[in-house]
């Protein structure tokens, strides 16, 4: 009987470890596993750098970070003004930039460049504000990000005597000129993002018949092909008035070319490395949106490169604790 007694309790206990032993495993597991994502986690790192090759992408700089970049445009590659006699453009340079980025928030940033210039209009003086409306989310409750980009670009080159030209000034005002963007992105998963971007340009002063105000839309996409390399493509399509462009093709000898550009981007640590080729000559976008005058077609595009390095003065958060590239969304 006692015998009996014991067999019935020691069976009793059974199921009492089993359970205690699955609850373990379990807990175990729950911490192997990733941990679920937030409710509508944002979308990082839709891009890599705050520029694609001619155009802004959607990024900006985090809050007391400090990005330095320095753009070059050489000659044209082919063409009457390329080849072996200008080492295929290397021989000339048809602008230089030098900028820095700074975040004052996390979406906003303000920026400070010095570039060449690539026309009659030289000597430019940028400044410029980013800041980010909207940001995408993983779960799509917010599809798209939004970003608004806004420059002020004024020109220290000496004033022309002629009235016809670019360059006449007749006072401070006529040096300025400035863009405004949207920026719509949309990362679709890991390998791909895509933006497009409404931009309005306005310069104060121009040529006889040339537009002083100029709508254009862009395109650019990132396209994944390794770790740490990516394709990136932009392309700008302004809206010029048929009859001043037809006046200004005619008498002035020139033809005005929508600006693509194609590169490859190198990410290494704290560098962001584009190499590319465009047909526009010129870095600032009061100049290649309106005044790209270079045909791909006829050998006029240039190789360029931007390299960019990002310093860190949050003491609290160092920058390698900053989010990473995002999920599959």
């Known amino acids: 009987m006692k015998q009996t007694l014991t067999i019935f309790k020691t069976m009793g206990l059974i199921p009492l470890v089993l359970y205690a032993l699955d609850s373990a495993a379990q807990q175990d597991l729950e911490k192997e ?3 679920a994502p937030l409710r509508h986690e944002k979308v990082s790192a839709t891009f890599k750098s705050t520029k694609l ?22 000659g044209d590659i082919a063409g009457n003004n390329g080849g072996i006699k200008q080492f295929f453009g290397l021989d000339n340079s048809t602008d230089i930039r030098i900028g820095f980025e ?13 570039a060449k210039g690539a026309t009659a209009v030289r000597q430019l003086y940028e400044g410029s504000l980013k800041y980010r409306l909207l940001e ?24 022309s005597t002629n009235p016809s030209d670019a360059t006449a000034y007749g006072n401070f005002r006529d040096r300025q000129n400035y863009v405004s963007q949207i920026i719509l992105a949309r990362k679709f998963n890991s390998s791909f993002s895509f933006s497009i971007t409404p ?29 740490r390399m990516a394709l990136v493509v932009d392309y700008f399509m302004p809206f010029r008035n048929k009859s001043d462009k037809a006046y200004l093709e005619q008498n002035s000898g020139v033809k005005f070319y929508n600006p693509l550009g194609a590169g490859l981007e190198i990410e290494t640590g704290g560098h962001i490395f584009h190499l590319n080729f465009t ?10 949106i309106p005044q790209t005058t270079s045909s791909w077609l006829k050998g006029q595009y240039r190789w360029g490169f931007s390299i960019s390095r990002r310093f ?8 390698a604790d900053k989010p990473k590239a995002s999920s599959e969304k």
């Not at 004052?104 to 460049?113: M, N, Q």
């Not at 047909?279 to 290649?288: D, G, P, R």
């Open 136 to 159: 995408q989310t993983i779960d799509d409750y917010i599809p798209v990000a939004i970003t608004l980009f806004a420059s002020n670009t004024l020109t220290g080159v000496q004033a």
């Open 33 to 35: 596993l990733p941990a």
């Open 102 to 114: 700074y975040g004052i928030t996390d979406r906003l940033s303000v920026g400070l460049a010095r």
């Open 279 to 288: 047909n526009a000559t010129a870095i600032e976008e009061m100049q290649f």
């Open 199 to 227: 931009s309005y340009v306005h310069r104060n002063f121009t040529a006889f018949r040339d537009q002083n105000d100029l709508f254009a839309i862009g395109a650019g996409g990132r396209l994944k092909l390794s770790k």
């Open 312 to 319: 860190s003065f949050d003491k609290k958060k160092k920058m």
């Open 53 to 74: 090759i001619n155009g802004h992408s959607n990024e900006t700089i985090y809050k007391n970070e400090l990005d330095f970049k320095v753009d070059h445009r050489f």
